[in-house]
């Protein structure tokens, strides 16, 4: 502990609590309003206003994010004074939220980025901060994701300071909306919430979702998805449930691609609801549905006029060759298969199964039980779809176009919390039944990603706190590149933002590149050929061998290179490529005449 205060004390890391504080007392002046005038409860009304700020800065971002960030705060403060009478009213819940943000807040601060993923996330929200717009064709996000949905970074901006970017806001971004969603859960529940319930539902959320502490959009994208199973099944008996059902699924399709499946597996339900039952589609639910189609329409009319390429390779109805046809009706038969033998799919069914003996008790529930088989099936249709979309034409794309664990966790984990929001509602539930399914539930899959580890490693390391050896780990490894890399690079990567920089480092894992980039930003980081030359064992994935030809090739579209780990290796093959000798951290510039790279001054 005397470590952790340590930490907080000697980086001065309070003012940025403070802000995060103030953003939170911001969002509850929102909350204000909707208690005001919907009457809803503290907690319900917290969460739907968190998703609604998220909204409002997904429009203020086309025009400035930064304004866009103040103008929401400035109001939501406003809210809050003249609605001051109601903090008296709400001392308990702002006293439990405040309570679990500060230590959220607290760990966030010694958090950081182990994964692939996180890393990008982490340049998503270094642009947005840097710049307050979203990424263009100069941004180093065009060499990696584009694809992405903004709604993460947007969130982990909103807790940010402009033009003082840490990571510890991205993750106590994440924690504060995974806390609102555990909080509507209790307050929903809090009538016959006991304590087993609570335990459960903290560590599955923690273990099924890969922790707390992760910048991954799968563990948000799963428990939206399941504010949204949630709410769609109420709003078919209640119909008092469609703004938190509108807004969880457009919060569905700006945190994640893949949130669009979602999107259209809910209307494909409804169409058929409509068609063959006595359900009726209200104007403002077709509205809801509408702006959510438009959130996706406003994206990619963005990406057009940004000019990046189609993320798309070929149409799945365009290439009827023999060679595709055979690829399409492999993945398909693949697929089929793993429905009725991946461990994650069967889990799927398990909780099906386990939602259908809940709902049984609760007969208008039970009705709405298709509704949810229907979306659940309609989202392996589509999904299926969707990434058979993304099969290259040469026939080498789409590995793995069948396992999507990542997409099917979320799935898990929605169906996990509609289980623990539906249960403890059937009145002829018996507790001992209640308790067996619920402990079988936590142990179908302690993690969908590192189930092999020991499952109370997992619950210390994932659930209550960030792996704090891993965070000393990469840390060392940062302080190592930093090292590597000349004082110059940083000025002129600063000076000139989008300039393309390709990095040398010899013997890769990959994972250096990952550092560079984020160390670097905004320069524009070569996606490929980090290490080059003859591979140094089997298996190695890093490491290319090309001629010197295409090392010229590629040396025009990267005018800078940087020798952050150069050996024998690269020099007998490329040598002949500089004017001189390389050297390790250096930075060379390409001269186009000589065909050479030669040292960088600035």
């Given amino acids: 502990m005397s470590e952790h205060l340590m930490f907080l004390i000697k980086d001065y890391h309070f003012y940025l609590q403070a802000f995060w504080f103030l953003v939170i007392f911001s969002l509850i002046g929102f909350s204000f309003v909707l208690i005001e005038f919907k009457r809803y409860k503290f907690f319900k009304a917290f969460l739907i206003a968190l998703l609604f700020v998220i909204n409002l800065l997904f429009w203020g971002t086309f025009f400035n994010y930064f304004y866009t960030q103040i103008l929401i705060i400035f109001l939501g403060l406003c809210f809050l004074v003249y609605y001051g009478n109601l903090l008296n009213k709400f001392k308990e819940q702002i006293f439990i939220l405040f309570s679990i943000s500060l230590w959220f807040s607290s760990l966030s601060l010694q958090s950081y980025p182990f994964s692939w993923d996180e890393f990008f996330w982490i340049l998503f929200d270094m642009q947005i901060n840097e710049y307050s717009e979203y990424w263009s064709l100069k941004s180093p996000i065009f060499t990696s994701h584009v694809r992405y949905m903004p709604g993460p970074t947007l969130l982990h901006n909103f807790m940010g300071i402009k033009g003082d970017f840490k990571i510890a806001s991205s993750f106590f971004a994440n924690t504060v909306l995974i806390t609102s969603i555990f909080l509507w859960l209790v307050e929903e529940l809090q009538d016959r919430f006991k304590l087993k319930y609570l335990l459960i539902l903290f560590f599955g959320i923690g273990l099924i979702s890969l922790g707390i502490f992760t910048l991954y959009a799968d563990a948000l994208l799963g428990l939206l998805l399941g504010l949204a199973i949630i709410s769609g099944i109420q709003y078919l008996n209640h119909k008092d449930t469609l703004l938190i059902l509108i807004l969880s699924m457009s919060a569905c399709i700006l945190f994640k691609e893949t949130g669009v499946i979602i999107l259209l597996s809910m209307v494909l339900v409804l169409g058929i609801a409509v068609m063959y039952s006595k359900f009726k589609l209200s104007y403002r639910l077709i509205l809801g549905l509408a702006y959510c189609f438009l959130i996706i329409i406003a994206w990619n009319i963005n990406l057009k006029l940004q000019k990046f390429p189609s993320i798309n390779y070929i149409s799945l109805f ?16 693949d697929f089929l298969g793993k429905l009725v033998s991946d461990f994650q799919i069967l889990e799927i069914w398990l909780l099906l199964g386990l939602l259908a003996f809940v709902l049984q008790y609760q007969r208008k529930l039970f009705t709405s039980f298709l509704f949810l088989s229907s979306i659940v099936f309609s989202f392996f249709a589509l999904h299926l779809l969707s990434w058979m979309y993304l099969i290259n034409p040469d026939g080498k794309g789409g590995s793995g176009v069948t396992d999507m664990h990542r997409y099917f966790s979320s799935l898990v984990l929605a ?40 499952f109370w490693h997992v619950i210390s390391t994932n659930t209550i706190s960030p792996n704090f050896e891993e965070v000393k780990r990469i840390k060392r490894e940062i302080d190592s590149i930093k090292s590597r890399i000349p004082e110059i690079t940083y000025t002129y990567c600063k000076e000139n933002p989008g300039t393309k920089v390709w990095i040398v480092y010899q013997e890769s894992q990959g994972f250096e590149r990952l550092l560079t980039g984020h160390l670097l930003f905004p320069c524009q980081i070569s996606n490929g050929l980090f290490s080059i030359g003859k591979k140094y064992y089997d298996g190695d994935i890093w490491t ?59």
Avoid: C, Q, W
């Avoid at 365009?318 to 038969?333: E, G, K, R």
């Avoid at 940087?562 to 250096?586: A, M």
């Fill in 318 to 333: 365009s290439n009827n060759s023999d060679i595709m046809v055979t690829h399409y009706l492999a993945t398909i038969m």
């Fill in 415 to 454: 169906l996990f919390i509609s289980l623990i929001y539906f249960t403890p509602k059937a009145n002829k539930f018996s507790k001992y039944s209640s308790i067996i399914v619920f402990i079988f539930v936590l142990f179908i899959n302690p993690n969908g990603f590192r189930s092999l580890e020991n």
């Fill in 544 to 602: 290319n061998l090309i001629s010197n030809s295409d090392f010229s090739g590629f040396a025009k579209d990267y005018p800078l290179l940087l020798t952050l780990k150069i050996d024998n290796n690269f020099n007998s093959n490329y040598r002949s490529n500089f004017s001189r000798e390389p050297e390790e951290g250096n930075l060379y510039t390409y001269d186009l005449n000589t065909k050479k790279y030669s040292l960088f001054l600035y």
